[in-house]
Nanobody, 125 residues
């Protein structure tokens, strides 16, 4: 079983940048596709970005394409989400999650078995 811990959230003005990290322990991340999801108050948890086990496949929600970049460092057992040109509507708790079964990237929450505790991102206008 893998344990995930997110970090890097914070408060930023619109147009700014943040880099989120998802550090894994317990098992190597090469066994998992990793997804980033976010949940704003009163809203459902939505897919943001994902990366396959090899790193060769990435997928993004339309709302973040061109602004966010997901990457992984399997030596450091960490996945990153670089977020640029942030907007107030990006404000949410961001979660990383691990999918042990897929060689691709799923956008479905139900496919991810392991979740971190989340990190808050707040973007002011």
């Amino acid at each position: 079983q893998v344990q995930l811990v997110e970090s890097g959230g914070g408060f930023v003005q619109a147009g700014g940048s943040l880099r989120l990290s998802c550090a894994a322990s317990g098992r190597t991340l090469t066994n998992y596709a990793i997804g980033w999801f976010r949940q704003a108050p009163g809203k459902e948890r939505d897919f943001v970005a994902g990366i396959s086990r090899s790193g060769g496949i990435t997928k993004y929600a339309d709302s973040v394409k061109g602004r966010f970049t997901i990457s992984r460092d399997n030596v450091k057992n960490t996945v990153y989400l670089q977020m640029n040109s942030l907007k107030p509507e990006d404000t949410a708790v961001y979660y990383c999650a691990a999918d042990p079964l897929a060689g691709w990237v799923s956008v479905a929450l139900s496919d991810y078995d392991y979740w971190g505790q989340g990190t808050q991102v707040t973007v002011s206008s």
